[in-house]
């Protein structure tokens, strides 16, 4: 083999290495989908007019989060996450508290995290749609848009 030849395989094949290892790491790290069947996505403004108006909003972050800054008013049940950040994610290797959620499946939530690069809202908002909730709003944009919007935490 010439020696032309072989440098020519030699980087296409680092070429093709390189495309497959940003396509898997780019899947391990992407976003959640802009939306959930049997949820309603809602934005800053929408939940704040939400909560504001008594709906619960629920903190799917874990607990060090949730203590450092959450929304206002806002109960935290953690989404232990063990699964894939996947549309298709295994919920058996995950775990949920779902004796913190309302004994009424007609409750509406608001469940967020922080932001689209995390899934445990969404996570959590399928759970609670496989439970029966009817009225599960996922604010997808979670905590970082409630903060740059200057809505109040504590």
């Known amino acids: 083999m010439s ?12 070429a093709l290495v ?30 704040k007019s939400l909560i504001d108006s008594g709906v619960m909003a629920i903190d799917a972050r874990v607990a060090n989060e949730y203590a450092e800054s959450h929304i206002k008013g806002a109960i935290n049940i953690p989404y232990k996450e063990k699964s894939a950040k996947a549309v298709n994610f295994d919920a058996r290797q995950d775990s949920v508290d779902m004796s913190k959620f309302p ?12 932001g689209p690069e995390c899934w445990k809202s969404y996570k959590e908002s399928t759970a609670a749609i496989k439970a029966g909730y009817k009225t599960v709003y996922w604010f997808r944009l979670g905590i970082p848009e409630w903060k740059a919007k200057g809505y109040p935490t504590e």
């Not at 004994?103 to 922080?114: D, F």
């Open 3 to 14: 020696t032309n030849l072989k440098q020519i395989l030699g980087k296409t094949s680092f």
């Open 103 to 114: 004994s009424n499946k007609s409750t509406p939530m608001v469940i967020y995290c922080n």
């Open 18 to 47: 390189a495309v497959a290892f940003l396509l898997i790491g780019n899947a391990a790290f992407a976003d959640t989908p802009d939306s959930l069947k049997g949820a309603i996505v809602v934005d800053a403004a929408k939940a």
